[in-house]
């Protein structure tokens, strides 16, 4: 392809790993028609917003980005040139046809379950079958993946993977199950496969995908289901493949082979185990369908296999009728699980979500009180998790280099560290000797062990 059918891509993301990831992929699938990923919108042939519908202002701030991209696409008309705008995600699905109406000028409008399909939408966004405008929200019968192409272009020594998408859980918050759609599996196989392609280019750490991704349920080749577990432990099996990690999990879909999968070594000690509340009446108007027990249980399960594993977890503050007892459950069971790290937001209410309709709104002072309350005991507890590992060597994988000279990575419990030292150890995994931390990151040196002589 000659450097003149070069067009511009750029794509903004918000939102989760999922996000991110369908990025990339929209991206793998638009490559082959001449789009190349740009940094800004600055001169594009197209822009790709992919948004969050999670909590409030989603579409607001999707219409504001609008308005601020719009001068973008109104200087390429200028100059002769069409700009696609296009909307995807999970605010596109959620909310498309309001997008179309009152954003004439976006070309494109595309929910989650499309991205197969993106060569057509663009082939006629721009004209091929005499209209050109794109709304599709559908939710596919036939695999989303199927039509995504495997390889994706590793662009360091981590990748995520997603196996499986979309959540039957209905906690009653919750958007997902509407625009993600119902729980599927990817087949085994085909995971595998595009674990060796990425570890043939170079990545040593594998983070498997999903929404709910502990109900994983994949088919292998004999036509078996296989777990989460099963698929880790094979892919623990492939060569130059260090370290795996899974996220997001739910309680109500652990299973003890996950857990005991924590025993081997390559996967790696850390649990992202969102629990939302500590209060069972809040826990049952969520509809979580778990107690404040059963989470302890879990939490209590993973320690006796791996003692030092670190625990991560979501929480919401303000669910409709959360009293400051409910609250205080909540500080609780936080206080009793012990976080390496942890994401708490103020509950808000989301159109078409059960809990919209639900009495004994709380307060926004009362939320925000909360909300302070509950991440100054987390920060303290990722301060003490932090600074319980200065003095350790732990096994460093490099990701990044900030400057030259300079190196990010992560440890096995997923510290963000930094370390001086050449940049040609990126991609590596070293041992450090962790030295300090500011709360949040780690500080330490590079311990690097001398050939014997
Ligand atoms: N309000 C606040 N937080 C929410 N989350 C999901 N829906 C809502 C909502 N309506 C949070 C949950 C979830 C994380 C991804 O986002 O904690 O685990
Ligand atoms: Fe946002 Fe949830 Fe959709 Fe991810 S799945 S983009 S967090 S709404």
Same mark, same amino acid.
């Given at each position: 392809?000659?450097?003149?059918?070069?067009?511009?891509?750029?794509?903004?993301?918000?939102?989760?790993?999922?996000?991110?990831?369908?990025?990339?992929?929209?991206?793998?699938?638009?490559?082959?028609?001449?789009?190349?990923?740009?940094?800004?919108?600055?001169?594009?042939?197209?822009?790709?917003?992919?948004?969050?519908?999670?909590?409030?202002?989603?579409?607001?701030?999707?219409? #504001?980005? *609008? $308005?601020?991209?719009?001068?973008?696409?109104?200087?390429?008309? !200028?100059? %002769?040139?069409?700009?696609?705008? =296009?909307?995807?995600?999970?605010?596109?699905?959620?909310?498309?046809?309001?997008?179309?109406?009152?954003?004439?000028?976006?070309?494109?409008?595309?929910?989650?379950?499309?991205?197969?399909?993106?060569?057509?939408?663009?082939?006629?966004?721009?004209?091929?079958?005499?209209?050109?405008?794109?709304?599709?929200?559908?939710?596919?019968?036939?695999?989303?993946?199927?039509?995504?192409?495997?390889?994706?272009?590793?662009?360091?020594?981590?990748?995520?993977?997603?196996?499986?998408?979309?959540?039957?859980?209905?906690?009653?918050?919750?958007?997902?199950?509407?625009?993600?759609?119902?729980?599927?599996?990817?087949?085994?196989?085909?995971?595998?496969?595009?674990?060796?392609?990425?570890?043939?280019?170079?990545?040593?750490?594998? #983070?498997? *995908? $999903?929404?709910?991704?502990?109900?994983?349920?994949?088919?292998? !080749?004999? %036509?078996?289901?296989?777990?989460? =577990?099963?698929?880790?432990?094979?892919?623990?099996?492939?060569?130059?493949?260090?370290?795996?990690?899974?996220?997001?999990?739910?309680?109500?879909?652990?299973?003890?082979?996950?857990?005991?999968?924590?025993?081997?070594?390559?996967?790696?000690?850390?649990?992202?185990?969102?629990?939302?509340?500590?209060?069972?009446?809040?826990?049952?108007?969520?509809?979580?369908?778990?107690?404040?027990?059963?989470?302890?249980?879990?939490?209590?399960?993973?320690?006796?296999?791996?003692?030092?594993?670190?625990?991560?977890?979501?929480?919401?503050?303000?669910?409709?009728?959360?009293?400051?007892?409910?609250?205080?459950?909540?500080?609780?069971?936080?206080?009793?699980?012990?976080?390496?790290?942890?994401?708490?937001?103020?509950?808000?209410?989301?159109?078409?979500?059960?809990?919209?309709?639900?009495?004994?709104?709380?307060?926004?002072?009362?939320?925000?009180?909360?909300?302070?309350?509950?991440?100054?005991?987390?920060?303290?507890?990722?301060?003490?998790?932090?600074?319980?590992?200065?003095?350790?060597?732990?096994?460093?994988?490099?990701?990044?280099?900030?400057?030259?000279?300079?190196?990010?990575?992560?440890?096995?419990?997923?510290?963000?560290?930094?370390?001086?030292?050449?940049?040609?150890?990126?991609?590596?995994?070293?041992?450090?000797?962790?030295?300090?931390?500011?709360?949040?990151?780690?500080?330490?040196?590079?311990?690097?062990?001398?050939?014997?002589?």
């Amino acid at each position: 392809m000659t450097m003149s059918n070069t067009k511009k891509l750029f794509i903004k993301t918000w939102g989760c790993q999922m996000n991110v990831y369908d990025s990339r992929k929209m991206a793998d699938v638009l490559a082959p028609m001449g789009y190349k990923q740009v940094d800004g919108p600055e001169g594009a042939d197209m822009i790709i917003l992919n948004t969050c519908h999670i909590r409030e202002k989603a579409t607001d701030k999707v219409f #504001s980005e *609008l $308005g601020r991209l719009k001068k973008f696409k109104d200087e390429g008309q !200028a100059e %002769g040139r069409k700009t696609i705008m =296009a909307v995807a995600g999970c605010v596109a699905q959620a909310e498309g046809d309001f997008i179309a109406e009152r954003a004439p000028y976006v070309d494109m409008v595309f929910g989650p379950q499309t991205y197969g399909t993106l060569p057509e939408m663009v082939a006629q966004a721009t004209g091929a079958y005499g209209k050109d405008r794109v709304i599709n929200t559908e939710f596919d019968e036939e695999d989303k993946f199927d039509k995504l192409p495997e390889e994706t272009l590793a662009t360091g020594p981590t990748a995520f993977l997603a196996v499986q998408e979309g959540c039957d859980k209905f906690c009653t918050f919750c958007v997902v199950p509407y625009t993600r759609g119902a729980e599927y599996s990817r087949r085994v196989e085909a995971i595998i496969d595009e674990v060796k392609q990425l570890r043939d280019q170079g990545v040593r750490e594998i #983070s498997f *995908l $999903g929404q709910n991704v502990n109900a994983f349920h994949g088919i292998n !080749a004999k %036509g078996e289901t296989q777990s989460l =577990a099963d698929l880790m432990l094979l892919a623990a099996e492939i060569d130059g493949i260090e370290r795996i990690r899974y996220t997001t999990s739910h309680p109500r879909d652990m299973e003890q082979d996950l857990i005991d999968a924590h025993a081997h070594t390559k996967i790696m000690p850390y649990l992202h185990l969102p629990v939302q509340s500590g209060s069972n009446k809040i826990l049952k108007a969520m509809n979580r369908k778990h107690e404040r027990d059963m989470y302890f249980d879990i939490i209590e399960r993973f320690r006796k296999v791996r003692p030092d594993i670190a625990i991560s977890g979501d929480f919401i503050v303000g669910f409709p009728g959360e009293t400051d007892q409910d609250f205080e459950d909540t500080m609780d069971l936080v206080r009793q699980v012990n976080y390496s790290s942890a994401y708490s937001f103020k509950y808000s209410q989301r159109p078409g979500t059960p809990a919209a309709t639900m009495g004994g709104l709380i307060r926004e002072d009362i939320k925000d009180e909360r909300l302070q309350r509950l991440q100054a005991l987390l920060a303290d507890q990722m301060r003490a998790f932090n600074e319980q590992t200065i003095g350790m060597d732990l096994s460093v994988l490099f990701d990044g280099t900030p400057r030259e000279g300079q190196l990010h990575g992560r440890t096995p419990y997923n510290q963000a560290v930094h370390v001086t030292g050449n940049s040609r150890l990126n991609g590596q995994i070293e041992t450090v000797r962790i030295t300090g931390t500011n709360g949040k990151s780690l500080t330490g040196d590079l311990i690097l062990y001398e050939a014997a002589a």
